[in-house]
């Protein structure tokens, strides 16, 4: 392949990319870094999960961002007394014409493209861990038999705070499994009048699809083909092994609140992100200055406290941010 | 980047090396170190900032490879190209291909070329260069700059400007020697002044022997000491006697100009004078009766050293007083040789104090190398020790250990030769107040007249070519220490009750009671010249009042048994 090709693969990447940026914008207002973050984990095969306040928007984004999609969308509303087979689906008995009895699999709200797990941890962490082998393999296995869901497949979750009322803790092995994990702020005073011109007239914004499921794969080919050098590759581990606190590397930080860090989920997720980081800034090599970018919500789930970082209210976003300002770049 | 990287290594081991001269240099501060240690010291420090600055840039020095990955990364930093040309780098420098790659790798390229790499990365000057440079001027400042407050700091003491170096040793001791043979040629028929200067150039003979040193010749030294300063006294004393006599002979017109030459000094004009006067006389001039009266007074006031030219006076009155007028000039004539004489004596003695003067700085040179050095070898605590011998000069151990001076020649040393005794026109009550303690011994060191304030008013002529520093040299004052010869009789006293009452009788020491000397003063045999004797038998009358005192006494001077006469000056005796 050309450089000519290449270069042009890379401006299709960026127009395409921009596409569904653009359509999501025309609904959500002032939450850009948030639909940047949501498109980089569908192209990093991976998952996203929001975290906010009821209000902010978090169902209307995802909502959007699958009508601009052309995939299928599925919404799934935890509550407390969701099940798992609510989740995956389940074995029904079918009688057919002759009398005959016979079971038959009944696909739930799993299968599907686009997952929207609205309040993921209003579930318990029973029904919450229905999503793991779907979220990790890609298949739903029920009864003997396995299933393997379409791709692109991917879970966008919202979440309350967890000191909200009614709501569990996301098991361990779960988050992470999702590619970042976004905090959804209150919008400005400017973002606040445009969503209200938007979502109080008579016409609302409506996203129209722009991408389908096979420029989504392709989008993910080209991410994967962009290089990445040992050196920038390096301070992706070093910022990774920092979160350890067993480790000589640790930041004192980490030492003194950190119970487990960043698995290898969390490098790949590092490298993946800052290469569709640096396709977007039309940069065919990644560099520390794209991790660096990435690394607050890509790590920011994967470091789990101690008792003492819990009882201090020590939050990880502080300890990941001492961690790139401690970390020297190559 | 390279020279950014040689300059930051090279600063580095500045401060680090200046820090260590620095630390060494204060440390002398408290230790004093052999000089040799600190010339090695020094070597070792230029070499050894030499060998690890080439050693940290090239020898450990990073690999090319390295070297180009820091370049790359100053690079990146510097144009904010976002580890453009690092990963471009890596790529190359493992042959790693790909057609994304290639595409990166030209990008790289591109980017480079419109960089204009000097002006990104110029040459810096080192954050830490200032405090290298003041840490490297803050050393040689305390490496080579005289703080004379701190002994053995530098590699040598300094010496005072006006004193003759070391290497021109010989060459002043030919001077000094030159000195002696002017006061030998002067005056070689006196046999005191031989004596001196025979010792003296004993001394300039030993002082020429470099195995030996200021101590190996301290005794030659002490005795030339003795002599010279004997000679100073001798011919002060002369000099007084002399204007004493300028005195009286001004009481006559002949002798006026006589009188006047003697009371300033002048004797070669004093000589001229008399000379003059006994051709005068020769040639039948009637003499006054003053003069008579005038040279009985000035024969009366002979002292030691001056009896020839009081006895050719006194020759002379009488032969004025027979008639005799040719008798009379051939007694001027003895008169005017004999204060020729006097006159040779006391140029002699000029030129033995210059000697003795420059001998005594020359010495006080070498003492003070000698102190250096042995400071230098003394560590910590022989400070104090090298200290005292500096002040005690040869060493001696009783000056080091504080002893009291005494003894005999040391008492008369510092008892008779106070300098307010030796100036020509002080009152005599200064010089016998200073002399009545001579004889006790225990002058402690610290009492000793300085070398000037010795020999100061010794000098007629105000050349400053009188004055001899030799006398009171610190290497004279290192005689043994004195004590009483003291007997310490065993004295029986009443025991204790206990173990001991199985004696009758226990034996104590009672030193105090019983510390007496066995020698009685008075027999201690004076030792003092002949004009030291006089200068302590002078009586104690300012010089100003004698003429008062005497004439009051001739007034009252019965004559022929009976009442005194109201009038004064009429007899030819006096009685003070």
């Given at each position: 392949?050309?450089?000519?090709?290449?270069?042009?693969?890379?401006?299709?990447?960026?127009?395409?990319?921009?596409?569904?940026?653009?359509?999501?914008?025309?609904?959500?207002?002032?939450?850009?870094?948030?639909?940047?973050?949501?498109?980089?984990?569908?192209?990093?095969?991976?998952?996203?999960?929001?975290?906010?306040?009821?209000?902010?928007?978090?169902?209307?984004?995802?909502?959007?961002?699958?009508?601009?999609?052309?995939?299928?969308?599925?919404?799934?509303?935890?509550?407390?007394?969701?099940?798992?087979?609510?989740?995956?689906?389940?074995?029904?008995?079918?009688?057919?014409?002759?009398?005959?009895?016979?079971?038959?699999?009944?696909?739930?709200?799993?299968?599907?493209?686009?997952?929207?797990?609205?309040?993921?941890?209003?579930?318990?962490?029973?029904?919450?861990?229905?999503?793991?082998?779907?979220?990790?393999?890609?298949?739903?296995?029920?009864?003997?038999?396995?299933?393997?869901?379409?791709?692109?497949?991917?879970?966008?979750?919202?979440?309350?705070?967890?000191?909200?009322?009614?709501?569990?803790?996301?098991?361990?092995?779960?988050?992470?499994?999702?590619?970042?994990?976004?905090?959804?702020?209150?919008?400005?005073?400017?973002?606040?009048?445009?969503?209200?011109?938007?979502?109080?007239?008579?016409?609302?914004?409506?996203?129209?699809?722009?991408?389908?499921?096979?420029?989504?794969?392709?989008?993910?080919?080209?991410?994967?083909?962009?290089?990445?050098?040992?050196?920038?590759?390096?301070?992706?581990?070093?910022?990774?092994?920092?979160?350890?606190?067993?480790?000589?590397?640790?930041?004192?930080?980490?030492?003194?609140?950190?119970?487990?860090?960043?698995?290898?989920?969390?490098?790949?997720?590092?490298?993946?992100?800052?290469?569709?980081?640096?396709?977007?800034?039309?940069?065919?090599h990644v560099s520390s200055d794209d991790i660096r970018a990435i690394a607050l919500?890509?790590?920011?789930?994967?470091?789990?406290?101690?008792?003492?970082?819990?009882?201090?209210?020590?939050?990880?976003?502080?300890?990941?941010?001492?961690?790139?300002?401690?970390?020297?770049?190559? | 980047?390279?020279?950014?990287?040689?300059?930051?290594?090279?600063?580095?081991?500045?401060?680090?090396?200046?820090?260590?001269?620095?630390?060494?240099?204060?440390?002398?501060?408290?230790?004093?170190?052999?000089?040799?240690?600190?010339?090695?010291?020094?070597?070792?420090?230029?070499?050894?900032?030499?060998?690890?600055?080439?050693?940290?840039?090239?020898?450990?020095?990073?690999?090319?490879?390295?070297?180009?990955?820091?370049?790359?990364?100053?690079?990146?930093?510097?144009?904010?190209?976002?580890?453009?040309?690092?990963?471009?780098?890596?790529?190359?420098?493992?042959?790693?291909?790909?057609?994304?790659?290639?595409?990166?790798?030209?990008?790289?390229?591109?980017?480079?070329?419109?960089?204009?790499?000097?002006?990104?990365?110029?040459?810096?000057?080192?954050?830490?260069?200032?405090?290298?440079?003041?840490?490297?001027?803050?050393?040689?400042?305390?490496?080579?700059?005289?703080?004379?407050?701190?002994?053995?700091?530098?590699?040598?003491?300094?010496?005072?400007?006006?004193?003759?170096?070391?290497?021109?040793?010989?060459?002043?001791?030919?001077?000094?020697?030159?000195?002696?043979?002017?006061?030998?040629?002067?005056?070689p028929a006196n046999g005191q002044d031989l004596a001196a200067i025979q010792e003296?150039?004993?001394?300039?003979?030993?002082?020429?022997?470099?195995?030996?040193?200021?101590?190996?010749?301290?005794?030659?030294?002490?005795?030339?000491?003795?002599?010279?300063?004997?000679?100073?006294?001798?011919?002060?004393?002369?000099?007084?006697?002399?204007?004493?006599?300028?005195?009286?002979?001004?009481?006559?017109?002949?002798?006026?100009?006589?009188?006047?030459?003697?009371?300033?000094?002048?004797?070669?004009?004093?000589?001229?004078?008399?000379?003059?006067?006994?051709?005068?006389?020769?040639?039948?001039?009637?003499?006054?009766?003053?003069?008579?009266?005038?040279?009985?007074?000035?024969?009366?006031?002979?002292?030691?050293?001056?009896?020839?030219?009081?006895?050719?006076?006194?020759?002379?009155?009488?032969?004025?007083?027979?008639?005799?007028?040719?008798?009379?000039?051939?007694?001027?004539?003895?008169?005017?040789?004999?204060?020729?004489?006097?006159?040779?004596?006391?140029?002699?003695?000029?030129?033995?104090?210059?000697?003795?003067?420059?001998?005594?700085?020359?010495?006080?040179?070498?003492?003070?190398?000698?102190?250096?050095?042995?400071?230098?070898?003394?560590?910590?605590?022989?400070?104090?020790?090298?200290?005292?011998?500096?002040?005690?000069?040869?060493?001696?151990?009783?000056?080091?250990?504080?002893?009291?001076?005494?003894?005999?020649?040391?008492?008369?040393?510092?008892?008779?030769?106070?300098?307010?005794?030796?100036?020509?026109?002080?009152?005599?009550?200064?010089?016998?107040?200073?002399?009545?303690?001579?004889?006790?011994?225990?002058?402690?060191?610290?009492?000793?007249?300085?070398?000037?304030?010795?020999?100061?008013?010794?000098?007629?002529?105000?050349?400053?070519?009188?004055?001899?520093?030799?006398?009171?040299?610190?290497?004279?004052?290192?005689?043994?220490?004195?004590?009483?010869?003291?007997?310490?009789?065993?004295?029986?006293?009443?025991?204790?009750?206990?173990?001991?009452?199985?004696?009758?009788?226990?034996?104590?020491?009672?030193?105090?009671?019983?510390?007496?000397?066995?020698?009685?003063?008075?027999?201690?045999?004076?030792?003092?010249?002949?004009?030291?004797?006089?200068?302590?038998?002078?009586?104690?009358?300012?010089?100003?009042?004698?003429?008062?005192?005497?004439?009051?006494?001739?007034?009252?001077?019965?004559?022929?048994?009976?009442?005194?006469?109201?009038?004064?000056?009429?007899?030819?005796?006096?009685?003070?």
């Amino acid at each position: 392949m050309s450089a000519i090709q290449l270069d042009q693969q890379i401006d299709e990447f960026r127009r395409r990319f921009n596409l569904v940026k653009d359509e999501v914008s025309k609904v959500i207002v002032g939450a850009d870094d948030l639909i940047e973050g949501i498109l980089m984990g569908v192209l990093a095969r991976g998952h996203v999960l929001l975290e906010g306040v009821p209000g902010l928007g978090k169902t209307k984004l995802v909502q959007t961002l699958s009508g601009a999609l052309q995939l299928k969308f599925s919404r799934i509303q935890f509550t407390p007394d969701l099940m798992p087979a609510d989740i995956t689906g389940t074995n029904v008995v079918q009688e057919d014409g002759h009398g005959a009895r016979h079971l038959q699999f009944q696909p739930g709200p799993i299968f599907a493209n686009v997952i929207l797990a609205d309040e993921i941890n209003r579930a318990t962490p029973k029904t919450q861990s229905a999503l793991l082998e779907a979220m990790q393999e890609g298949t739903v296995s029920v009864g003997k038999e396995t299933y393997t869901l379409e791709i692109p497949f991917f879970v966008l979750a919202t979440q309350n705070p967890l000191e909200m009322e009614g709501t569990y803790p996301l098991p361990e092995a779960q988050l992470d499994r999702f590619f970042m994990k976004l905090s959804v702020d209150y919008p400005s005073v400017q973002s606040m009048h445009t969503i209200l011109n938007r979502t109080t007239r008579v016409q609302e914004p409506v996203p129209e699809p722009v991408l389908t499921g096979a420029d989504l794969l392709d989008m993910r080919e080209t991410v994967l083909a962009v290089p990445i050098a040992r050196p920038v590759q390096e301070y992706a581990v070093q910022l990774v092994l920092a979160t350890h606190p067993d480790l000589e590397s640790a930041h004192p930080l980490t030492k003194q609140y950190v119970r487990y860090g960043a698995s290898p989920r969390g490098a790949q997720a590092l490298v993946l992100g800052a290469k569709i980081r640096a396709l977007l800034h039309d940069r065919v090599h990644v560099s520390s200055d794209d991790i660096r970018a990435i690394a607050l919500p890509v790590l920011r789930h994967r470091v789990l406290l101690n008792f003492e970082g819990e009882a201090e209210r020590v939050g990880t976003d502080t300890i990941v941010e001492a961690i790139l300002k401690d970390t020297a770049a190559p | 980047m390279r020279r950014n990287r040689f300059m930051d290594r090279t600063v580095a081991v500045l401060l680090a090396f200046a820090g260590v001269g620095i630390l060494v240099r204060l440390l002398n501060l408290v230790v004093i170190f052999d000089p040799r240690f600190m010339n090695y010291f020094w070597l070792a420090w230029i070499g050894g900032l030499a060998i690890l600055v080439v050693a940290r840039n090239v020898a450990t020095g990073e690999p090319r490879n390295q070297q180009m990955a820091s370049a790359a990364s100053a690079l990146d930093h510097r144009a904010k190209l976002h580890d453009e040309v690092v990963s471009a780098w890596w790529f190359l420098d493992h042959e790693v291909r790909g057609p994304w790659i290639d595409l990166h790798v030209g990008r790289a390229a591109e980017k480079l070329q419109s960089l204009d790499v000097g002006r990104l990365l110029p040459l810096e000057v080192p954050p830490r260069s200032g405090l290298a440079l003041g840490a490297i001027g803050a050393m040689i400042l305390l490496a080579f700059v005289p703080l004379p407050f701190v002994p053995g700091l530098l590699l040598s003491t300094p010496l005072p400007t006006d004193v003759a170096t070391f290497p021109d040793r010989d060459e002043e001791l030919d001077e000094i020697e030159a000195l002696l043979g002017e006061a030998r040629e002067i005056d070689p028929a006196n046999g005191q002044d031989l004596a001196a200067i025979q010792e003296f150039e004993q001394l300039v003979d030993q002082m020429r022997d470099p195995d030996l040193s200021l101590a190996d010749t301290a005794a030659q030294a002490n005795a030339v000491d003795a002599l010279v300063d004997e000679g100073n006294l001798n011919t002060n004393s002369l000099l007084e006697g002399l204007e004493e006599m300028g005195s009286d002979l001004r009481r006559a017109e002949e002798t006026t100009p006589v009188g006047e030459a003697l009371s300033r000094g002048d004797l070669d004009s004093a000589a001229e004078e008399f000379a003059a006067l006994a051709e005068s006389l020769a040639a039948d001039n009637a003499p006054s009766g003053e003069l008579q009266q005038a040279l009985e007074q000035a024969a009366e006031n002979a002292r030691a050293g001056l009896e020839d030219l009081a006895a050719a006076l006194e020759q002379a009155a009488q032969a004025l007083a027979n008639q005799d007028a040719a008798a009379a000039s051939e007694s001027m004539m003895e008169a005017a040789q004999s204060v020729d004489d006097l006159s040779d004596l006391v140029e002699s003695q000029q030129f033995q104090n210059q000697a003795a003067q420059r001998m005594d700085a020359l010495r006080e040179e070498m003492r003070q190398q000698e102190n250096a050095a042995g400071q230098a070898t003394e560590a910590g605590g022989s400070a104090s020790e090298s200290t005292d011998a500096e002040s005690g000069g040869e060493g001696d151990p009783s000056r080091a250990a504080g002893a009291p001076q005494g003894g005999q020649q040391s008492g008369q040393s510092q008892g008779t030769m106070p300098p307010e005794a030796l100036e020509p026109g002080a009152p005599q009550g200064a010089s016998e107040g200073a002399s009545g303690e001579p004889s006790d011994g225990d002058v402690p060191a610290g009492a000793v007249p300085s070398m000037t304030g010795n020999t100061q008013g010794l000098d007629p002529s105000g050349t400053g070519e009188i004055p001899t520093g030799l006398g009171f040299s610190p290497e004279q004052k290192t005689g043994e220490a004195t004590s009483l010869d003291v007997q310490l009789l065993m004295e029986s006293t009443a025991a204790a009750a206990g173990e001991a009452a199985t004696e009758p009788e226990d034996r104590r020491e009672e030193a105090t009671r019983q510390e007496r000397s066995r020698l009685d003063y008075r027999n201690v045999p004076s030792e003092l010249t002949p004009a030291q004797q006089e200068l302590l038998n002078q009586e104690r009358i300012p010089r100003e009042y004698r003429n008062v005192i005497r004439e009051y006494f001739q007034a009252i001077r019965p004559q022929n048994g009976g009442a005194p006469t109201g009038e004064t000056g009429e007899t030819g005796e006096t009685d003070d």
